[in-house]
């Protein structure tokens, strides 16, 4: 009986071991080749939605800003009128005329030099056989001069002063006519003599140019003052006086 006891008693520690080994499972144990390294979890963006750099604003620029406006004071009418006051002087009448006309007005002078300076025998008009005489029977003659004007376009106006030979402007004035351009320019004519007026002095000077304004001309006397003179200047209606 007791045998019997211990038999069974056996048994049932034997099947009651065998439940138990089958009910235990083992615990899991993670492999270090197998951990994640990754310590932090990091986030990252769906692609297309990565994380730009701070946008910078950009501020479009102003309309340029222009320099600011200078008034400018309108000219009146005489402002940047050029004039110039080209004479011919045989015996320094018309000289002193001409420069009356420049110094009132400002003006630049220029005086028709000939390369062969008129001699006393030369302007003896009782002489058939004087220079003078010589050149003004003869409608072409073109007596050379010396020297020129310094850029003659840069002029708006021009007083042309002369002495009158036999009714005339000395041939010397037509070779100073002929050699420049005065197209577009005013020119007045002034002469002096011992009594003759311009007559068609100023006329046949202007059949010489092409384009040119000509003022009706006046006979000036070289004993004239400047301020008479400059009263037939302001006359004119040119409004170039001081």
């Given at each position: 009986?007791?045998k019997f006891?211990?038999?069974?008693?056996?048994?049932l520690?034997?099947?009651?071991l065998v439940?138990?080994?089958?009910?235990?499972t083992?615990?899991?144990t993670s492999?270090p080749?197998t951990?994640?390294s990754?310590?932090?979890?990091t986030?990252?963006?769906?692609?297309?939605?990565?994380?730009?750099?701070?946008?910078t604003?950009?501020?479009q620029?102003?309309?340029?800003?222009?320099?600011?406006?200078?008034?400018?004071?309108?000219?009146?009418?005489?402002?940047?009128?050029?004039?110039?006051?080209a004479?011919?002087?045989?015996?320094?009448?018309?000289?002193?005329?001409?420069?009356?006309i420049?110094n009132?007005?400002?003006?630049?002078?220029?005086?028709?030099?000939?390369?062969?300076?008129?001699?006393?025998?030369?302007?003896?008009?009782?002489?058939?056989?004087?220079?003078?005489?010589?050149?003004?029977?003869?409608?072409s003659?073109?007596p050379?001069?010396?020297?020129?004007v310094?850029?003659m376009?840069?002029?708006?106006?021009?007083?042309?002063?002369?002495?009158?030979?036999?009714?005339?402007a000395?041939?010397?004035v037509?070779?100073f006519m002929?050699?420049?351009?005065?197209?577009g320019?005013?020119?007045?004519?002034?002469?002096?003599s011992?009594?003759?007026?311009?007559?068609?002095?100023?006329?046949?000077?202007?059949?010489l140019t092409?384009?040119a304004?000509?003022?009706?001309?006046?006979r000036?006397?070289?004993?004239?003052?400047?301020?008479?003179?400059m009263e037939?200047?302001?006359?004119l209606?040119?409004?170039l006086?001081?």
């Amino acid at each position: 009986m007791k045998k019997f006891a211990a038999l069974l008693l056996t048994l049932l520690m034997a099947v009651s071991l065998v439940a138990c080994a089958g009910n235990s499972t083992p615990a899991k144990t993670s492999s270090p080749d197998t951990e994640s390294s990754v310590s932090e979890e990091t986030s990252v963006p769906e692609s297309g939605a990565a994380e730009s750099e701070p946008e910078t604003e950009v501020t479009q620029p102003a309309e340029e800003e222009s320099e600011p406006e200078t008034e400018v004071t309108q000219p009146d009418e005489t402002e940047g009128t050029k004039v110039l006051v080209a004479y011919f002087s045989a015996t320094g009448t018309t000289k002193g005329v001409a420069e009356h006309i420049a110094n009132g007005l400002n003006a630049d002078l220029y005086e028709i030099v000939p390369e062969e300076p008129y001699t006393d025998a030369d302007l003896n008009y009782n002489d058939n056989n004087s220079r003078t005489t010589i050149e003004m029977n003869d409608p072409s003659a073109r007596p050379a001069i010396s020297g020129s004007v310094d850029n003659m376009d840069q002029y708006d106006i021009v007083f042309l002063g002369y002495p009158i030979w036999w009714g005339e402007a000395p041939r010397i004035v037509s070779t100073f006519m002929e050699s420049y351009d005065f197209s577009g320019k005013t020119i007045v004519p002034f002469c002096t003599s011992g009594g003759s007026g311009v007559g068609s002095s100023a006329a046949n000077l202007e059949q010489l140019t092409s384009g040119a304004t000509w003022l009706d001309g006046r006979r000036l006397n070289g004993s004239d003052s400047q301020d008479a003179v400059m009263e037939w200047v302001n006359s004119l209606g040119l409004n170039l006086g001081e």
